[in-house]
């Protein structure tokens, strides 16, 4: 029952932002650019499991991911330098994800 509630908010919350997309796209854009699923998950994982320490660890993860994150883009910023193909670039931003993910495990453990 749960779930269900969870995935109807959710839904609601991104056919409502293409919905405003036709009538105020400069609203909709912004609604979008926000963390809509750190936005959606974190009271969601607060009310399912009533652990503020967790929760709180949870959105902390979630901040030291999000930079990380961005690592996958730098091959697709160097695009024309290294005049690779889309799946050359692609590869390499993974490989950069799997890097990042090492970083945030060893900042999270020392921090």
Do not use: N
């Amino acid at each position: 029952m749960i779930f269900a509630l969870k995935l109807c908010i959710s839904a609601s919350l991104i056919a409502f932002a293409s919905w405003l997309s036709g009538k105020k796209p400069e609203l909709a854009g912004f609604i979008m650019a926000l963390p809509l699923a750190t936005l959606l998950v974190l009271p969601f994982s607060y009310l399912e499991y009533q652990d503020a320490a967790k929760t709180v660890r949870f959105a902390q993860s979630i901040l030291v991911a999000v930079p990380l994150s961005l690592l996958f883009f730098i091959p697709f910023l160097l695009a024309q330098k290294l005049m690779w193909h889309f799946w050359a670039l692609y590869g390499a931003g993974l490989l950069l994800l799997v890097i990042g993910y090492f970083a945030h495990k060893y900042l999270l453990q020392h921090f």
